[in-house]
């Protein structure tokens, strides 16, 4: 029933910008983790940024070599999940993957080492010198 669909991947030169979508089937802002992953050749699969939504409010965490260049965000109206990535760099070359859980109890447990039982087919981002 719960189907996620990315977007918005492509190749930028160092220094553009990329805004990633992904397209929720079911989407609820009662209590919601989603997050922004990324695997890059040779290197295992890395968490980029979750966002915990409950009760209208939400908090975010980046991995630190994306912090102040990469936002996570959401658009209730469009069942929509984003990843606005500025000042892109060549190291961010990745397959880009967003994912979901609903069955979060707080955000303590939404993290980037967290476990997620939805996950889309994955964008490609190729970011060159």
């Known amino acids: 029933q719960v189907q996620l669909v990315e977007s918005g991947g492509g190749s930028v030169q160092a220094g553009g910008s990329l805004r990633l979508s992904c397209a929720v089937s079911i989407y609820t802002y009662r209590r919601s983790c989603m997050g922004w992953f990324r695997r890059a050749p040779g290197k295992e699969r890395e968490g980029v940024a979750v966002?915990?939504?409950?009760?209208?409010?939400?908090?975010?965490e980046y991995v630190p070599s994306v912090r102040d260049r990469f936002t996570i965000s959401e658009d209730i109206a469009r069942n929509t999940l984003y990843l606005e990535m500025n000042n892109l760099k060549p190291d961010d070359t990745a397959m880009y993957y967003c994912?979901?859980?609903?069955?979060?109890?707080?955000?303590?447990?939404?993290?980037?080492?967290?476990?997620?039982?939805?996950w889309g087919q994955g964008t490609q981002v190729t970011v060159s010198s």
């Open positions: 966002i915990y939504s409950e009760g209208g409010s939400s908090t975010t």
């Open positions: 994912a979901a859980d609903f069955g979060t109890y707080s955000g303590a447990l939404c993290h980037l080492h967290a476990g997620f039982p939805y």
